[in-house]
């Protein structure tokens, strides 16, 4: 395989590990920039899908002894980054919410909605509805649309299929559509809410304990982790509970949609039983921070679903200040997030939520790829995954400052250009 080479970056973040130290804002702030790792005049080598150098151009080896065929590329002073990762998102559906988007904005709830038969239950009805082929084709095409946006790694969960068997099903065409794509993709067994003939008791007992069950066949069929919705309409802290311990028993990492509508105590249970990451959490309270910060859960905060619903946004200075690691997700979903863009996220996380641009930076990065745990990438380092995006824009802040603006000029992932001049490389050819 050739050596590929990208001189000519004239902003180039690799990302390292965070200094130990942040106690007052001051700090938060200059450590943040220096996790960055921003080099400026630089070069990037990649050889066998991996970073072999990023750093000053005058430090690089010289191409005669780098493994040869060499190939050299021009990013014309432009800004390099490596290519985002979305925590959060529910990839898999069929059918359309718009009609309920617009209901909303005419004052009606998301919980009223719901009862009327709207929401995560007409979701399911028409994924149900639609073929296994249909279906993975959808997923193709949000999966492209999101490299195009510069992720090249995230997390894609089930969801709208509610039963046991309905939820493998989801599974399993995730993993298939996955491997047939180059982002790279941590599948998520999500229990979402239950269905109308589960609601309550003895029904409601029986797919609990299906669900329980049914957690081992999901880790052998190819889930990374389980995530819990705790809320009003959905899991008791209780069911919860009983999930995630079975899910941590039989080797899933653990995640839980906790403090969104209503306060549960789902984060600090989470956070307790090992969670990788907690999400939206806008309810959240202080003890549920000093417990996600104890057993370092990450914060996975999703503006997108905040602003769609008019919900508070969550506290990312409290959660800062408390030490709580924080990863920003799109919850790209068909109801309350209808969007791909990590970009947008990044915006709305600096001008309503109170992160810096560095911190944006590393939430959609460093932060969100060890929420997936994949540790590995979110960085451009020697040996790293040679995934990253090259951006019209000069320098860090200026993608944060578009609002909505897709910036991405091309995307490579493990090495091999995907995104080329905004445009799908194999679609171009």
Known sequence: MATWVLRDIGELLTIGDPPSTDTTRSEQLHNSIQTLGMVHDTMLIVSDDKVLFAGPSSDAPATHLLPQPVIVQTARGQLVTPGLCDPHTHLIWAGDRSREFDLRNLGASYQTIAEQGGGITSTVSATDRASD?????????????????GITSMEVKTGYGLLPAAELRLLRLIVATSAQHPIAV?????????????????????????LVDTLATAQQQGA?????????????????????????????????????????????????????????????DPPGRAAMAAHQTIANLLPGAALTLRLPWPDAAQLRNAGVTIAL??????????????????????????????ESWLAVTQHAARSIGCDARGQLVPGAPADFVLWDADGFQQVCQQLGHNLVRSVWVAGTEQVLDGVRVSAAE
């Open 186 to 210: 941590s599948p998520t067994f999500l229990c979402h809410v239950l269905p109308a003939s589960a609601k309550e008791g003895a029904e409601r007992e029986r797919l609990v304990a299906a």
């Open 133 to 149: 082929e249909a279906l993975m084709e959808a997923m193709r095409a949000r999966l492209d649309t999101a490299l195009l946006h």
């Open 224 to 284: 990374d982790a389980i995530d819990v919705y705790c809320d009003v309409g959905a899991f008791t802290l209780e069911e919860t509970r009983r999930l995630l311990a079975r899910a941590k028993a039989v080797g899933l990492l653990l995640r839980c949609h906790a403090e969104q509508f209503t306060y549960t105590g789902a984060a600090q249970l989470a956070a307790e039983l090992g969670a990788r990451s907690v999400e939206h959490l806008e309810q959240l």
């Open 329 to 358: 997700g799109t919850d790209c979903n068909p109801g309350s997030s209808h969007t791909p863009s990590q970009q947008l996220m990044m915006s709305l996380a600096c001008t309503q939520m109170g992160l810096s641009c560095a």
